[in-house]
């Protein structure tokens, strides 16, 4: 990714929802924060869920098991749904618009957006792309990079040097055709966890994430936030 770099987004579920309100997301799903993966602090969470967001350090385990991952996922194979909204990042600090996107893009069943919605118009024009293509059609958004940057700027923390190397890393969940997928825009593809329910998408992705925590038991650099029904 020696292209085009942007400002990281915070892991915050204010600038999250702001972004994508601004981008002319209704706001009858938002995101918001989950605390904790056992069951009280899961139960805190708002009903239904249809994506998960996981801020998480990218580390030298993490990056071992990733290629292990992705060997063993393409000698064995596997069954990605055509119904999938799937991108490559291309853009430097990109990934927490990618996850936003990815987020969205895979649940428009349930969202509602304005009728001059740019985020909208973006996934109308892009879904048939290839994810390589898809990224260069972000790359080219004047709309999402702008509110990109200012959201990037809203944050509660003071906002990194564009050129500053960032080590953390967002990625989103999903229930596609009852299947949890992991989108992922380092990855060459989606990963599938096995099978979800609408009821039971929560703790299953949550499960997925606790995996990430385990690898790296030192780190405490990890958030998980929710896109819920408002």
């Not at 990281?8 to 989950?34: C, H, K, S, Y």
């Not at 892009?126 to 509110?147: M, W």
Request: glycine content about 6%.
């Amino acid at each position: 990714m020696d292209g085009q770099r942007w400002l990281p987004l915070e892991a915050n579920p204010d600038i999250m929802n702001q972004f994508l309100r601004q981008l002319g997301l209704l706001p009858t799903w938002q995101f918001g924060d989950v605390y904790g993966m056992d069951p009280d602090l899961l139960s805190m969470v708002p009903r239904p869920v249809c994506a998960i967001l996981l801020l998480f350090p990218v580390t030298e385990q993490y990056e071992s098991f990733r290629l292990e991952e992705e060997a063993a996922i393409k000698a064995q194979g596997q069954k990605v749904s055509q119904d999938v909204y799937f991108m490559k990042q291309t853009i430097g600090n990109a990934c927490g618009t990618i996850g936003l996107i990815h987020a969205v893009a895979n649940n428009q069943h349930y969202l509602e957006f304005e009728s001059d919605s740019p985020l909208k118009r973006f996934l109308a024009e892009s879904s048939k792309l290839s994810p390589e293509d898809k990224a260069t059609f972000l790359e080219n958004d004047e709309s999402i990079r702008v509110t990109h940057e200012s959201s990037a700027q809203e944050g509660q923390t003071e906002a990194p040097s564009i050129d500053d190397k960032v080590d953390l890393h967002f990625i989103a969940f999903v229930n596609i055709g009852g299947d949890l997928y992991e989108l992922d825009g380092r990855k060459p593809f989606p990963v599938i966890h096995g099978a979800t329910s609408e009821e039971s998408f929560l703790e299953d992705a949550t499960e997925v994430c606790k995996k990430f925590m385990d690898r790296d038991p030192g780190e405490l650099r990890f958030t998980v936030v929710a896109l819920s029904k408002a």
